[in-house]
């Protein structure tokens, strides 16, 4: 395998959003920190537009229209929370594009150890044809998509770490069974759902797995949640892929949740997931979601990179059986019998 690959592109800078939490000061504070650990060993690489054909096949044309035309416009406020500037448009397509280039990286020929995509704005809020949330497209569920659609993967797991639910995510891929997404999230907090009952429907009930927190969660939830939760739930799906939807919010720093993960944590819910896809043998990719304390992001974020990139897998971490996890073990054998 190759260096691992970090996909960026100058666009998400002039996704412009004002006093705004989703500010363009999030990613100059990664590069910032990356540029002090001597770049990690990842390799450096411009992200391409996404292609239409590939936005399609998750949100309508009349969702992409509006977006550019919006932005062709001169930009303003969808909601209260999500903006448009005349730059959003190309930060948007770069977003997804950056995300598709993961999945294309990982499954081509001379696949890198790791790819992971550090664009803004993010995008598991954002519904087949409603932004919200920071986010205008939904760019690990067109990664996702594009995985099956295009290379034929009959099974991808998405694990959301976000802090926030990502109903977006959750809404495109309700009623697809080669697509497993899992969600950990503060619960009660926006955007309100994430329930343990929505399994999804369809040919794809149990596809859908929500594993909410109260807030104060640290990393002994989440870590033990990935670890004897997701990991079990890995090995019984096999996935051809792993996505990490990666949010840094439920850090015990962030001003947006109350959550209490530390750098270490993010690190070590990585840390399981790419020693499980190496039990599997599937490739990982990392998409940036949420993040608010912008050193914390960028500490976390490097962190995992560190984990992701390294030529050898640390270990998975040795850590207690979380009574969430237990009752999620419980909750989920309806569907998954083998945890």
């Known amino acids: ?84 500037s005349a730059g959003s448009w190309t930060a948007a397509l770069h977003a997804a594009g950056g995300a598709v280039a993961v999945v294309d990286l990982l499954l081509g020929a001379d696949a890198p150890r790791a790819a992971a995509s550090a664009h803004r704005p993010p995008g598991h809020h954002c519904e087949t044809d409603r932004p919200m949330g920071f986010c205008l497209l939904g760019n690990v569920a067109i990664a996702a998509r594009h995985a099956v659609r295009t290379h034929g993967l009959e099974r991808v797991l998405v694990v959301d770490w976000d802090v926030h639910h990502g109903n977006g995510t959750q809404e495109v891929l309700w009623s697809d069974p080669s697509v497993v997404f899992a969600s950990i999230h503060q619960s009660p907090l926006y955007p309100g759902t ?22 104060g969660s640290g990393d002994e939830t989440f870590v033990s949640l990935v670890e004897h939760v997701i990991v079990p739930l890995a090995r019984t799906f096999a996935p051809q892929l792993i996505l990490i939807s990666a949010g840094f919010d439920a850090h015990a720093d962030d001003p947006l949740a109350s959550c209490a993960v530390s750098d270490a944590g993010f690190a070590a819910m990585a840390a399981s997931l790419r020693a499980v896809a190496e039990e599997l043998g599937a490739p990982v990719g990392m998409v940036l979601e949420g993040g608010y304390d912008v050193h914390a992001l960028a500490r976390s974020f490097a962190d995992v990179l560190a984990v992701l990139g390294a030529d ?14 237990v009752a999620a073990r419980a909750r989920l054998a309806e569907h998954w019998p083998t945890l």
Do not use: C, F, K, Y
Not at 62 to 79: C, P, Y
Not at 312 to 325: I, K, N, S, T, V
């Open 1 to 84: 395998m190759t260096a691992p690959v970090l996909l960026t592109h100058p666009s998400s800078l002039d996704h412009d959003t004002g006093q705004h939490p989703e500010r363009a000061e999030r990613l100059r504070a990664i590069e910032r920190e990356l540029t002090a650990r001597g770049g990690l060993g990842w390799e450096r690489r411009e992200s391409p537009a996404a292609a239409r054909e590939a936005l399609l096949a998750v949100h309508p044309a009349s969702h992409l229209d509006a977006l550019a035309a919006l932005a062709a416009d001169g930009g303003g406020a969808i909601d209260a929370d999500t903006v448009v």
């Open 312 to 325: 050898e897998a640390p270990q998975a971490p040795r850590l207690a059986d979380h009574a969430l996890a």
């Open 194 to 215: 994430g329930s343990i009952r929505e399994v999804g429907g369809g040919d794809a009930v149990g596809a859908t797995v929500n594993l909410p927190v109260p807030a």
